[in-house]
């Protein structure tokens, strides 16, 4: 995080303290100082951040915690040349933008709407303390703005949150400036932006650039006209024109005036006046913009950029205007080798000489990413080129030229993957890649089936759908590398629809679906399964439906629910039964007997295809937990993700699996009570969604509570819930059990919060009772004992019967027993002894066994037995019940150990 470099590192440590709004007794517990102390680092941070309260500083904490570790203001360019004039308009917009939170400036082509726009954010920017970016639209085509506006702010996808949500969760967190840039072609789709973000996150400060008014309620905006004539318009040709040029203050004051002040035809002109010479220049100026007005009053054909621009352009000899022509194809900029590939008949060093002179003219803009040179135009020229491609005849080929660039670089790149050198450029060049797809993927007239075998391609329009479809597929894949994953399902969809056969649409839905896995949108990816087992090959379409019915069982897909699993999908299927994925999916309709599930693992390991084995691994897992074996679903568990370091992190079904492993690694280890194993995959950094709300926040929760992490627990929850409501509340019952985590944490903090978070896990569920949800029902029973036998119940007993029901789901009855029978002991309920004996899951699980001893201990008053239950405690990472073991045994360092939380109770 960008701040004052003089910050010590206490207080650096008081500000990461911050975060989650803790009092200052609260921090001053947790770094074992003073309250008087903590008060003091706080004022100085405030007085050194510049912000007004402390809420803000925790704002600042978080994002110093989060994945982004730098708050910037981004997208500035350098420029190469000086700015020039504008002071009343600059000092105007400043002035709009202190009482306004909406400011467009607004002006034809070429009056020097993003120059001022710059400006104004380069001196504006240290003023927000939490960044912000220039995002120009110019690129983007429709559909792409929040996506662009996104990536220019650094913000990652994080479905199924939509992305205008992960979007608006950045601005929110403070003071943020930003600029959008040439909106005249995407207005609605800004509007609709721009109105969100006015309305949701309310520190956001908005500078927009266009032709014509956004249309948004609350917008002020600025008329930008062209240079003052007599003083800026003067200067700001003086300063363009080249070095030894002699600059005549008539001559100077005539080609303005000539020019109507309009900056863009000024510099344009000037970088004529070198090879022109003064009066060849005032010469050439009059005589074009004569024939171009065809006769009109000279108000009207000054104030006319494309005739300047057209001059300029009738200037250039016809290798340069036959470059320049082509370039247009390109939205975002291009390098030299993206110029000679729509250029093949020119050579590479003749290519680089006129693009040197098509910039000297000012027609192109150069800039440099990293060693490489890149050019673009500005989109008043670019209009203008494209107008003169389409009239040449050139444009098909040119365009065609552009879509096999856009295929080379997206298999290029794709080959640079592992290298971790591919994202600077895939960034840069990425609206060029969309917009070559998006004109691949226009209808084409139909065109006759060939019967197979299917001959070579020669025809344009076949030879452009194939190119097409590698475009998209590439494109999906680094997309998807890129962790865009809601954008590259997109694309791949884009690729099944210019399949040529069911094979090539089998892969993209497949892809798409598995893409939809990866961020936990089960049912998306039942419907494309489902569409994919539609297909016209029996054996495609039987794995197709395979796969369909295994993710209606591995995922949360409430709205495909089968009353019987999908047994009857299966048998709908006359094809190759006796696949590995059938397998797997039969495992799936036959749990919990595990015959089915250990013939899918055979099937599956016969393939040598790891995928395959993970899959039927993550069956076998959960069979074998519904029979009882913890550990050896444990087992399972552990050679996926032994399987999964193996995998690519940029293949859409490789992902899918590594995230599921992890998942399933973090839900067996709790479920056996290898509470330090989990906290470590709560902590680790391999998972490729790693900082997901949704995926990986339930799994520090319950790591974090269950091992006395409880501040740590709590936070996450809050994390958990502010995206998921953010997100439309969507179905996710399969995080219930970590809201009741976060009960669990609260309720030992005791804070208050525990009753909030009891609800809050029924709503995730979607029930009035938490016996009702499997998912719910064993947790929700082991908090409620661990907190009753904590603060104390006057209930004990109807809060131990619940747990000993019978659970659907395993992976939470050990904890739910042991609770159980500790608090039955607790009570003092009638012999309590027998509940000792109804716990049969201990030998499963070590917290159980630990808690057992415990509750022994506290039975019989051996202290040998206490003694060693906190040995086992301590040993399997569980802090909160040693120190509570502890306590039992008259140890008072417990409290300190908790970082002064001290239970009540003991």
Known sequence: MAGPREVSAREAEVLAALAGDRSNAQIARRLQISVRTVESHVSSLLRKYGVTDRRELARLAEVAGSEQTEITFTGLPNQGTSFVGRERERAEV????????????????????????????????????????????????????????????????????????????????????LVVDNCEHLVEEVGVLLARILAQAPETTLLVTSRERIGVVGERSVGLGPLALGSDAEQLFADRVPPEFAIDPQLAADVCAGLDGVPLAIELAAARAGSLGPDGLLAA??????????????????????????????????????????????????????????????????????????????????GQQGAVSRWRMLETVRAFAAEELAGSGEAAEATARHLAWALGTVERLELRLTTGEWEAEFDQVTGDLRAALTQAALPKPALPKPAPPKPALTNPAEQADEQGHRLARGLAHLTFARQRFVEAREHYLTAADL???????????????????????????????????????????????????????????????????????????????????????????DRPELA????????????????????????????????????????????????????????????????????????????????????????????????????????????????????????????????????GCPPAQWMASAAASATLAHGLLGDGQAP???????????????????????????????????????????????????????WWVPYAQAAGAELAIAAGLPDPAQYLELVTTAGEND???????????????????????????????????????LLLLGDDRAAEDLGGVRPVGW
């Open 94 to 177: 400043i002035g709009a933008l202190g009482s306004n939170r909406l400011v467009s400036l607004l002006g034809p082509g070429g009056v020097g709407k993003t120059r001022l726009a710059l400006q104004v954010a380069a001196e504006l920017g240290p003023r927000f303390p939490y960044g912000g970016a220039v995002v120009d639209l110019v690129p983007v085509r429709p559909g792409f703005v929040v996506a662009a506006v996104a990536a220019a702010l650094g913000v990652a996808e994080q479905p199924p949150q939509e992305p205008v949500e992960s979007l608006l969760d950045r601005l929110r967190l403070g003071r943020t400036l």
């Open 285 to 366: 100026l009059d005589d074009r913009l004569r024939l171009l007005a065809g006769g009109r009053g000279p108000d009207e054909r000054h104030r006319s950029l494309a005739q300047v621009i057209g001059w300029s352009y009738a200037l250039l000899d016809e290798a340069e205007r036959a470059v320049f022509r082509r370039l247009a194809v390109f939205v975002g900029g291009f390098d030299l080798d993206a110029a000679v590939a729509v250029n093949p008949s020119r050579s590479r060093g003749e290519v680089s000489d006129l693009l040197g002179r098509l910039t000297d003219k000012s027609l192109l803009r150069r």
């Open 596 to 727: 089915p599930a250990e013939a899918a693992v055979a099937a599956a390991r016969s393939t040598g295809d790891a995928l395959v084995v993970m899959s039927s691994l993550d069956a076998y897992c959960v069979a074998a937990a519904s029979a009882g074996r913890l550990r050896e679903a444990r087992r399972a568990a552990e050679e996926r993700l032994a399987l999964a370091a193996e995998l690519p992190r940029h293949d859409p079904r490789a992902v899918a699996e590594i995230v599921d492993a992890f998942h399933v690694a973090s839900t067996t280890a709790v479920s056996v009570g290898a509470l330090t194993e989990a906290v470590r995959l709560a902590r680790g950094i391999d998972d490729p969604v790693r900082g997901h709300p949704y995926i990986t926040a339930p799994r520090r929760i319950r790591a974090f509570a269950l091992s006395g992490f409880l501040d740590e627990a709590v936070r996450e929850a809050d994390i958990m819930w502010t995206g998921w409501r953010a997100a």
């Open 499 to 589: 399949a040529a056969s069911p094979a090539e649409e089998y892969e993209d839905l497949r892809d798409a679906a598995e893409a939809a896995l990866v961020v936990a949108n089960g049912g998306l990816a039942y419907q494309l399964l489902r569409r994919a087992a539609e297909l016209d090959d029996e054996r495609l379409s039987s794995d197709a439906l395979a796969l369909a019915v295994t993710a209606v069982n591995r995922y949360d897909v409430e709205e495909h629910q089968l009353p019987d699993r999908g047994a009857a999908l299966l048998a709908t299927k006359q094809g190759d039964t006796g696949s590995a994925l059938t397998a797997i999916a039969r495992a799936w309709v």
């Open 847 to 885: 917290w159980a066994a630990a808690t057992l001893l415990r509750a022994r201990g506290r039975l019989t008053g051996d202290e040998a037995l206490l003694t060693e239950a906190a040995s086992r405690f301590e040993g399997i990472g569980a802090r909160f019940e040693y120190a509570c073991t």
């Open 756 to 810: 909030v978070w009891r609800q809050r896990a029924l709503e995730l569920a979607r029930v009035g009772d938490a016996a009702e949800a499997p998912a719910l029902a064993a947790p929700a029973a082991f908090v409620d004992a661990r907190l009753a036998l904590h603060l104390g119940t006057d209930d004990a007993e109807k809060v131990v019967a619940r747990t000993f029901e019978d659970f659907f789901e395993p």
